[in-house]
Nanobody, 125 residues
Framework: QVQLVESGGGLVQTGGSLRLSCAAS????????MGWFRQTPGKEREFVAG????????RYSDSVKGRFAISRDNTKNTVYLQMNSLKPEDTAVYYC??????????????????WGQGTQVTVSS
């Protein structure tokens, strides 16, 4: 079992920044790729960013590439999402997920078997 707890969400103005954190416990964090997804009411969970086990490989959705950065600290069992130049369309509940053990970074939510409770990010115009 892996427990994930997100933090760092909040209300920010357009162009602002936020840093999300996801702390993991109870499982083999360093053996899992990690991902950030977001979801708005009535829509499917959308891939935002992912990072492989070692942190040497990352993937981003086109909508956040160049603005967001994912990183991880395996000594602290934590993955981060630095979000810059935020836009109103980034408003969503952000979830971190732990993928089933593999070597690549999956972008489908079905490859992730543990999820946090989510943290709300609201970007005002």
């Amino acid at each position: 079992q892996v427990q994930l707890v997100e933090s760092g969400g909040g209300l920010v103005q357009t162009g602002g920044s936020l840093r999300l954190s996801c702390a993991a416990s109870g499982g083999s964090f360093s053996s899992r790729a990690m991902g950030w997804f977001r979801q708005t009411p009535g829509k499917e969970r959308e891939f935002v960013a992912g990072i492989n086990r070692s942190g040497g490989n990352t993937r981003y959705s086109d909508s956040v590439k160049g603005r967001f950065a994912i990183s991880r600290d395996n000594t602290k069992n934590t993955v981060y999402l630095q979000m810059n130049s935020l836009k109103p369309e980034d408003t969503a509940v952000y979830y971190c997920g732990a993928a089933t053990p593999r070597t690549y970074v999956p972008i489908t939510p079905f490859a992730y078997d543990y999820w946090g409770q989510g943290t709300q990010v609201t970007v005002s115009s």
